[in-house]
């Protein structure tokens, strides 16, 4: 597999080795002469921490670090948009890979906010352009969204999938296209909501820190929201929804948020997908290991902790 990746910043660096890793040959094109410099370095420190998380396949793949991409996007799978996030700079280096790419090159944006609608604006040129998000950084939490343009080509989707799963990626599909896209809007859910406390006196940042890092992190660590509800709650999502639904309604509203109300059929829906995911005749069996699970990652946490000087309790 050839792969192109567009800037050797800490994502474009991270993409690099990951893919390297996997056996990819990665064309890595930098403008920036101090950055060509020091990629070899970066790729380097990333290559250690993929071995540190236990990921390294050994692929033997090489990356070539130049200053423009070249001819290289005519016969690269995959091309990796790593750049500034300026939609003016995307657009200019969009318009020159749909020029210069092969006909069957998916082209992909690593930006965090920016739609792929508004990088490439004809929806005729859409069909092989999307947003691959990434998480910082990329060769350890190995999580890619695919965001589709609305032009965007189903096959298109489907190969970036396959593409970034052989390198060892969990690719979440997102159906449409929307401002910061999954995981930033659950992120901006929890940072909204703590800055909100913060500002209300209700705790003070220390308090945020140590709530999340000791209560929430540790089983979000394990589990999603929704598996967290389930395994918490005798009766699992319904008897949860029924519980918990109208104070947590009361509390979205309360902050001026709509769409806060659990309907049953939209229950249902989170239901049926978690039984997809794990039939309810293995949820005991699934907290019996969560228990054993976060018992473990509490002791190499606190490990982790004390060699930075900084107690299990946020002292």
């Given at each position: 597999m050839q792969v192109v990746i567009l800037g050797a910043g800490s994502i474009g660096l991270s993409f690099a080795a990951a893919f390297a890793d996997a056996g990819a040959a990665v064309t890595l094109a930098e403008p920036d002469a101090g950055r060509r410099g020091?990629?070899?370095?970066?790729?380097?420190?990333?290559?250690?921490?993929?071995?540190?998380?236990?990921?390294?396949?050994?692929?033997?793949?090489?990356?070539?670090?130049?200053?423009?991409?070249?001819?290289?996007?005519?016969?690269?799978?995959?091309?990796?948009?790593?750049?500034?996030?300026?939609?003016?700079?995307?657009?200019?280096?969009?318009?020159?890979?749909?020029?210069?790419?092969?006909?069957?090159?998916?082209?992909?944006?690593?930006?965090?906010?920016?739609?792929?609608?508004?990088?490439?604006?004809?929806?005729?040129?859409?069909?092989?352009?999307?947003?691959?998000?990434?998480?910082?950084?990329?060769?350890?939490?190995?999580?890619?969204?695919?965001?589709?343009?609305?032009?965007?080509?189903?096959?298109?989707?489907?190969r970036a999938a396959a593409l970034f799963e052989a390198a060892g990626?969990?690719?979440?599909?997102?159906?449409?296209?929307?401002?910061?896209?999954?995981?930033?809007?659950?992120?901006?859910?929890?940072?909204?909501?703590?800055?909100?406390?913060?500002?209300?006196?209700?705790?003070?940042?220390?308090?945020?820190?140590?709530?999340?890092?000791?209560?929430?992190?540790?089983?979000?660590?394990?589990s999603g929201p929704f598996e967290t509800a389930e395994l918490n709650t005798p009766g699992g999502i319904a008897a949860h929804a029924a519980r918990m639904g109208p104070a947590y309604r009361r509390m979205g509203e309360a902050r001026g948020e709509t769409g806060c109300d659990w309907r049953p059929e939209l229950v249902a829906r989170v239901e049926s997908g978690r039984r997809a995911m794990l039939p309810a005749a293995a949820l005991p069996a699934r907290a019996a290991w969560r228990a054993a699970a976060v018992a473990r990652l509490v002791a190499l946490r606190d490990r982790l902790l004390a060699g930075t000087g900084e107690h299990d309790d946020g002292r």
């Open positions: 020091a990629a070899a370095a970066g790729i380097a420190a990333q290559e250690r921490a993929i071995a540190a998380a236990g990921l390294a396949r050994g692929g033997g793949g090489q990356v070539r670090v130049a200053a423009a991409a070249g001819s290289a996007p005519a016969a690269a799978a995959l091309v990796i948009e790593a750049g500034p996030e300026h939609v003016e700079a995307k657009q200019a280096i969009f318009a020159g890979l749909l020029a210069s790419a092969g006909p069957q090159t998916v082209l992909a944006s690593a930006s965090s906010a920016i739609p792929i609608s508004r990088v490439v604006t004809d929806p005729a040129e859409q069909g092989r352009c999307l947003v691959a998000h990434p998480v910082n950084p990329p060769a350890v939490l190995r999580l890619i969204e695919l965001v589709p343009g609305p032009a965007t080509l189903p096959d298109t989707t489907a990626f969990h690719a979440v599909r997102l159906g449409r296209e929307i401002e910061g896209f999954v995981l930033n809007r659950l992120q901006g859910a929890v940072l909204r909501e703590a800055y909100r406390l913060v500002d209300e006196g209700i705790t003070d940042v220390e308090g945020i820190e140590t709530v999340m890092r000791l209560g929430l992190g540790p089983r979000w660590a394990l």
